[in-house]
Structure formats: structure tokens, C-alpha cells
């Protein structure tokens, strides 16, 4: 697929903004604050309702207005997408999809797919636990749009689970109704796990040989899935020990007020030759290891949806 058509109102920097390209490599060149990476910023929105830079929308909409719009236009294997975003600082935000309204994000997924590689992706090694989630779930979403409402679904019912656990501390007859979270949890993150674990699978492999070329074969990539929840074979099977160990767990969390076992806790980790990247890496292996991952994510992409997904590189000649 490529991205054909562009229009921005009242994005970021731009009042009014509409581009056209070709299925050719684009070039992007202008002086610092320009607004270059606004314009790919608005392109991920279009993917996947969001932007990589900020998670409050209303940031994105043009100081002094009250709404940012985006439309892209991409042509496919199989014809055209035109997706519509609009962004308010009174209403919520609107997606259309080809002239249809959305009722939920999740249909968003799929109709547009991309790849970015910024500067900020060093935060994929370097930062927190967090970051490489969202990694994880951006791009699984993309692919999978399943996986993106029971990823809601979940962070809904552990919120739930959450204030109920602090209830519970103040009111230890409310204890009996904690299951019925429990269960859910489980159950939607099982699903999550199973899935995490499969896609980096497929990361693994690929970027395994990637990284192998983009160091001539002096380094050797390895990713770890590190999760609290043991995964066995089957996707029920992690349900019920997913379950067993918040049942087994309860008095803690209770006493804690959280969570403290479950899918919202996983990490990956980067080993080079062994070694951790993140504590040991330099940072030039570590923006290697973020580039090897990000053209691994195009060939999956590719494989997985018969398109390949726009690829979109921000300072490139860091």
C-alpha cells in the first residue's frame, strides 16, 4: 500500500495542509520546527488513532481552535481507504472509515498500517517496562484488531479489579465479589499473552537474521518474553493458572490496593551476544536493535496482511 493523499486542518502547526505522493520514495526536507514530523505523526493517527508523541489528543489540535481534522487516502492491493479523524477539545473523537463512522477505534485497525522509526524509539530499550508494551500492543493491534479490544477490555476490568481491591481493604465483606473480576482478567489475559508470545516469536526470527546483517555477523539478537504469568499450551490452560494465582495472590493485592500479577506487568528483554542491551548496551547497539525490530515489523506486517505497510522515518540521518 501507499499513502496517496493527505489533508491536515488546524494540526499541530498547520491551519490548512494537502499533499499528494506516488508510490515512489517521499522526501521531507525544511529547517528545524517546520512541522516534518508533525506531518508523520498525523499519518500515525491514521493507523492507529493516536499519536506516538503524546496521549492526551488535544495537544495535537492547532493552539487557538477547538478541533484538528485529518483525512489519508491509500491505495491497496484490493483498492482504496480513506479514513477521517476528527479531533475536538469538547466532543470525542470522530473516525470515519471509508464515509462510515466508527463506533469503536478498534475498526480503525488494519485499514491503514505503518511503521515509524523516530528518535524517540530509543526509549524502546532505554525506558520503561511500559514502552516496550506499547510496542507490543501497537503493533499487534495493527494486525490483529482482535487483540485490540480484548487489550481494552482488559485495562477496563483491571481498573474495576483495582477499586475493588481498595473497597475491599475498607470493607472486607466486599471479598465475595472479587472473583468475577478475577475470572474475567484471566480469561481476557490469557488471550493477550498468547499473543504477545506468538508475535515475538516471529520478531525473533526475523530480526534474529536482520540484526546478523546489519553487523556484518559480529552480533547475535535475542528477545526474552518476561511475564508474571507462566504461559502453558494452550490459551485456556494459562486462564485457569492466570486464575489460580490471583485467587492465590488476593490478600497481597488487597492489602497493596493493585494488581500485582498479571499481563499489564510484562517486559521484553534485548540481549546482544548475551548481555542485556538496555544495561549494557551502547547506544549505538541500541539503535540497531531498534532498527532491526522496525524492519522486522515490516516484513510481518507484510506477511500477515499480503500489503506492505508505510514505512515512516523521521530524522533519517540519525
Not at 511503521?115 to 530509543?122: A, Y
Not at 483495582?162 to 473480576?181: A, G, T
Not at 540481549?271 to 536493535?289: A, E, H
Request: aromatic share 8%; charged share 30%.
Amino acid at each position: 500500500m501507499y499513502l496517496r493523499e493527505l489533508t491536515l486542518h488546524n494540526f499541530r502547526n498547520y491551519n490548512r495542509l494537502e499533499l499528494s505522493f506516488t508510490p515512489d520514495m517521499t522526501i521531507l526536507v525544511g529547517r528545524n520546527a517546520q512541522g516534518k514530523t508533525n506531518i508523520l505523526e498525523s499519518i500515525v493517527y491514521t493507523c492507529t488513532g493516536r499519536s506516538h508523541r503524546t496521549s492526551r489528543d488535544r495537544e495535537v489540535i492547532r493552539w487557538g481552535e477547538d478541533f484538528s481534522y485529518i483525512r489519508a487516502i491509500v491505495e491497496k492491493n484490493i483498492g482504496k481507504n480513506m479514513i477521517e479523524i476528527g479531533l475536538s477539545t469538547k466532543e470525542k473523537k470522530m473516525v470515519n472509515i471509508n464515509g462510515t463512522a466508527a463506533k469503536r477505534l478498534g475498526e480503525l485497525m488494519g485499514n491503514i498500517n505503518g511503521v515509524l522509526f523516530s528518535p524517540e524509539d530509543l526509549s524502546l530499550i532505554k525506558g520503561g517496562p511500559s514502552e516496550r508494551r506499547k510496542f507490543l500492543d501497537m503493533e499487534i493491534s495493527q494486525i490483529t484488531p482482535r487483540y485490540f479490544y480484548n487489550l481494552q477490555k482488559y485495562n477496563r476490568v483491571l481498573t474495576q479489579r483495582n477499586n475493588l481491591l481498595k473497597e475491599i481493604y475498607k470493607n472486607p465483606s466486599l471479598r465475595k465479589s472479587l472473583d468475577i473480576w478475577n475470572e474475567q482478567l484471566a480469561s481476557t489475559g490469557a488471550y493477550i499473552i498468547h499473543q504477545r508470545s506468538d508475535f515475538i516469536e516471529q520478531l525473533m526470527q526475523i530480526s534474529h537474521e536482520m540484526h546478523n546483517t546489519l553487523t556484518f555477523g559480529k552480533e547475535k539478537l535475542d528477545i526474552i518474553y518476561e511475564s508474571s504469568i507462566p504461559q502453558k499450551a494452550g490459551v485456556e490452560d494459562t486462564a485457569e493458572h492466570f486464575l489460580e494465582i490471583l485467587r492465590h495472590d488476593e490478600q497481597r493485592d488487597i492489602e497493596r490496593g493493585i494488581t500485582l500479577k498479571g499481563c499489564h506487568r510484562d517486559d521484553i528483554i534485548f540481549m546482544i551476544n548475551d548481555i542485556d542491551t538496555r544495561k549494557y548496551g551502547s547506544q549505538g547497539q541500541q539503535r540497531t536493535v531498534v532498527l532491526s525490530l522496525k524492519l522486522s515489523e515490516v516484513d510481518i506486517m507484510k506477511r500477515v496482511t499480503g500489503e506492505m505497510p508505510i514505512l515512516l522515518l523521521d530524522d533519517v540521518m540519525s
